[in-house]
């Protein structure tokens, strides 16, 4: 594939831990991506099975992969740090070892952030299958829940569920970055069962978002969710412990908007407000955003 050096650099960090099952699906429809100038960070977090072998594979055909192996299981957040840490591309995405994306993904994402200097994260309408890849439902940000039409507070204020039933813009986590911004933001992504709403829920004080109305990225969802596949991860203990289970995710929000070097001064005003949706949220849907 031609490596189209006259755009771009795009990384992609995919951290894995016992991928076997999905992990060839997830490299082929990245490989096959039309935007060639990329590179294809894999953090294995010493997974047990396979997913080593299997990646070492693919190593040998294609040059712009590369497998690292942590010998030890250092954490989810760990894993996902890590793969950012290791990227020098101008714009940045998590691939999760279980999902597809289409081969325009990153072109489509990447022409919204080449047009909106302005705009720090772009995604596309997703679809949802289970494991074994059966249609489920489609999410979608159209409407009057476009990001392109909504201003920072409109856009929290869907976040934290303001008004009406969640929306899953915290599917902006599988979204393309501006590398830099991300770096800059990524000491707020908390090692927590809700930490990719409370981390998209601050980068919409912080930047605009971008969105392609199209299904480029195919997303499994799992029987189990993340915190009973793993575990021995720190957000298992989180999940479960009810005094911190609401209240706990809404103070580490407020936390971030007031910390953050990246929200203006008169958007850390909506800290309050953010906290005490994502304490309303949390407690009515009772279960992860």
Not at 190 to 205: C, K, N, P, Q, W
Not at 239 to 266: C, D, M, T, Y
Request: glycine share 6%.
């Amino acid at each position: 594939m031609m490596q189209n050096y006259d755009k771009p650099l795009v990384s992609i960090g995919l951290p894995v831990y016992n991928g076997e099952r999905f992990i060839r699906q997830a490299l082929d429809s990245l490989l096959a991506q039309e935007y060639g100038n990329f590179e294809l960070i894999v953090s294995d977090n010493a997974s047990a099975d396979r997913t080593g072998e299997i990646c070492q594979q693919y190593i040998l055909n294609d040059k712009r992969i590369q497998y690292l192996r942590s010998e030890t299981n250092r954490g989810g957040l760990w894993n996902f740090k890590r793969t950012l840490e290791l990227a020098s591309g101008t714009y940045f995405m998590w691939a999760a070892h279980d999902d597809m994306w289409l081969p325009d993904f990153v072109s489509s994402l990447a022409a919204e952030l080449e047009v909106d200097p302005g705009a720090g994260i772009a995604m596309s309408a997703t679809q949802i299958v289970d494991q074994s890849g059966k249609y489920l439902r489609t999410v979608r940000f159209d409407g009057d829940n476009n990001p392109n039409l909504l201003n920072h507070f409109q856009l929290l204020l869907r976040l934290i569920g303001w008004g009406r039933a969640k929306t899953k813009y915290n599917f902006y986590i599988y979204g393309l970055f501006r590398r830099e911004l991300l770096a800059r933001a990524i000491g707020f992504l908390e090692d927590t069962y809700v930490g990719d709403r409370l981390f998209i829920s601050h980068m919409a004080l912080a930047t605009r978002f971008r969105y392609v109305d199209r299904l480029l990225y195919i997303r499994t969802e799992q029987a189990l969710s993340p915190y009973e596949r793993y575990p021995d991860e720190n957000f298992a203990r989180l999940a479960h412990e009810p005094l911190w289970r609401s209240l706990k995710p809404a103070l580490q929000l407020g936390r971030a908007i007031v910390n953050s070097r990246l929200v203006p001064f008169h958007r850390k005003l909506y800290a309050p407000i953010a906290m005490w949706g994502m304490l309303r949220l949390l407690m009515r849907v009772g279960k992860p955003a």
